[in-house]
């Protein structure tokens, strides 16, 4: 019999989104880091620094962007001096453009700045490093001067960029039905494929992104259920009851037959490890009822909140229309003029 699919391996189709409050602080840090790095850089400009050592002119750009969109950091002065004496000695070593490392320095610090995962650290190092190398390309290709504060400022957005994979957050969604069917039993798939549906609808509907996500958990829920039934039905399956009970009954019978106390020793011990199987299958059983459960009242919660939002919004019927008392008031008028009219030319035509 085939092993069926660990529900903790299963991997749940992603989706970006970003929260209220990083909506709100992502624009306001990408705009200190590019404004400073152009402050920066043009004040550089008057020393010469872009010409005469534009390591560390790219350097202070980058790096003080970096702490403008971190100014409540305690450490962000830091991480700016550390991008600079990266970016100028990294320059020297590799000779190579300075953008490209100081962009990627400033992402792994950002990251590092908000305490960030090691997979998000990664990223924001990436985006961060593509950012700032795309961007000088970009200034190169529009002709910007090498110590203009037009560059500096494409330079400071692109390296911002390292900021995006940090304020984003990942949504599991419900998976296709094509996933379903290839990894749920036909037995076990019509919760999940009804949840996946339910979800498509309220998603159709456009809820409010906090409903939106929970939903999406909801749904998601359904399917893990779903996987941790087939497992149960699988564990059930590879040790029946009945087989356990039969093995049981004929080493009782045994026992009693027995004279060795060694032997009637470990046969009474092998008994006691019976009982104590078949009081885990029972178990398993309840286990699997109560799961069951959980899918019907998450299948439930999803069909309440289907009407839930439909009885939420405005219906037509709600809404009486501002000119139809007046539009009434003429047709009743004119219905009166015309009555009024009809039976003064019957009553001229009968005289």
Do not use: K
Not at 61 to 87: E, K
Not at 273 to 283: E, F, K, M
């Amino acid at each position: 019999m085939r092993s069926p699919t660990d529900p903790q391996a299963v991997a749940l189709p992603m989706v970006p989104e970003l929260l209220q409050p990083d909506r709100e602080a992502l624009p306001q840090e990408w705009g200190a880091w590019t404004a400073w790095s152009a402050l920066v850089f043009a004040a550089g400009s008057w020393w010469g620094l872009p010409q005469d050592a534009p390591a560390l002119a790219v350097g202070l750009a980058v790096g003080l962007g970096l702490w403008a969109a971190h100014p409540r950091s305690r450490w962000g002065l830091f991480a700016a001096g550390f991008v600079v004496a990266t970016t100028v000695s990294g320059a020297a070593w590799l000779e190579t453009n300075p953008v490209w490392i100081a962009g990627g320095v400033a992402g792994g610090l950002a990251g590092q700045l908000r305490g960030a995962s090691l997979h998000e650290r990664l990223q924001a190092v990436l985006a961060g490093l593509a950012g700032a190398g795309v961007a000088a390309l970009a200034a190169q290709s529009a002709g910007f001067a090498s110590d203009s504060a037009a560059l500096a400022a494409l330079v400071g957005a692109g390296a911002a960029c390292a900021l995006v994979p940090l304020h984003l957050s990942w949504r599991a969604i419900p998976p296709r039905e094509r996933q379903i069917r290839r990894t749920l039993s036909p037995a076990l798939r019509e919760p999940a494929l009804r949840g996946t549906r339910l979800y498509r609808q309220l998603a159709s509907q456009d809820p409010p992104p906090e409903a939106h996500r929970g939903l999406s958990e909801v749904a998601c829920w359904v399917y893990r259920l779903g996987l941790s039934l087939q497992q149960l039905d699988h564990e059930l399956t590879a040790l029946p009851a009945r087989e356990v009970r039969q093995r049981l009954e004929a080493l009782l019978d045994r026992i009693d037959a027995s004279e060795d106390p060694l032997l009637r020793d470990r046969r009474l011990a092998t008994v006691a490890h019976y009982q104590q199987v078949l009081a885990q299958v029972d178990q398993v059983r309840r286990e699997r009822e109560r799961l069951r459960s959980l899918q019907e009242y998450a299948l439930a919660y999803l069909e309440e909140a289907r009407l839930g939002l439909l009885l939420a919004r405005t219906l037509p019927g709600q809404v009486v229309p501002d000119r139809l008392g007046e539009v009434l008031g003429r047709l009743r008028s004119d219905a009166t003029e015309a009555t009024a009219l009809r039976r003064t030319a019957q009553e001229l035509q009968a005289g």
